[in-house]
């Protein structure tokens, strides 16, 4: 049985939520400029003073749902075991890059929303920063676990940038097309198109 100080927990995050999803349906049949508070309380039935209980402005709003998400798969990825993520054949590699494409399959409003480029330069650039600052992560520790202590030739922050502007116009694309491809077989795709390519980097090291 719930205790009385759980219960104002889930009214918080019940509130965001729909605060959330107002604004991801808003910014798909609208774009995000045209979108109002006032838009955003009367879709999620909610009033202006519990709006800004939670959020400053619809900017705020914004930038938590991307960070919300982006922490959400963080998780998933996390959970994979470093030794299956970095094995000799390189195939766990391409779990985290399946974990994406399936988590853009279950929240796909939301992806659209935040890929799309009308909208919130903070919010955009928000998103680019966390892709980049994972790839960042990623390729760093793939680098580490193959035992290389020198560069690359190519350096790890230019690796990174490539990656995540490949990833995300990817992700733009198959999103906006309606998912022609199942996530796996999305997954499949990029492994072999950047990922392979990016193995070719640290074996001519």
């Known amino acids: 049985m719930s205790t009385p100080a759980q219960r104002p927990d889930r009214r918080v995050s019940r509130t965001r939520r729909l605060l959330r999803e107002a604004l991801t349906s808003l910014i798909l049949e609208k774009g995000y400029d045209a979108v109002t508070i006032e838009d955003i309380t ?44 970095f094995n000799e054949n390189g195939e766990g590699a391409g779990l985290p890059i399946a974990l994406v494409f399936e988590h853009a399959a279950q929240n796909a409003d939301l992806y659209r929303a935040m890929l799309r480029s009308e909208g919130s330069i903070k919010a955009t650039s928000r998103l680019r920063e966390l892709t980049i600052q994972y790839a960042l992560e990623f390729t760093r520790r793939w680098w ?24 995300l116009g990817t992700l733009v694309w198959w999103l906006e097309a309606g ?5 796996r077989q999305m997954a499949a795709f990029f492994r072999r198109l950047v990922l392979d390519g990016l193995r070719s980097v640290t074996e001519s090291h």
């Open 179 to 183: 998912m022609p491809y199942p996530p």
């Open 42 to 85: 009367r879709r999620a039935d909610l009033g202006r003073t519990t709006f800004y209980l939670h959020y400053r402005d619809k900017e705020h709003l914004f930038l938590e749902s991307i960070e919300q998400s982006a922490d959400e798969l963080a998780r998933q990825i996390v959970q994979i075991p470093a030794e299956t993520l």
């Open 144 to 167: 580490e676990r193959r035992g290389l202590t020198s560069e690359p030739h190519i350096p790890l922050e230019v690796i990174a940038q490539f990656f995540a502007a490949s990833l």
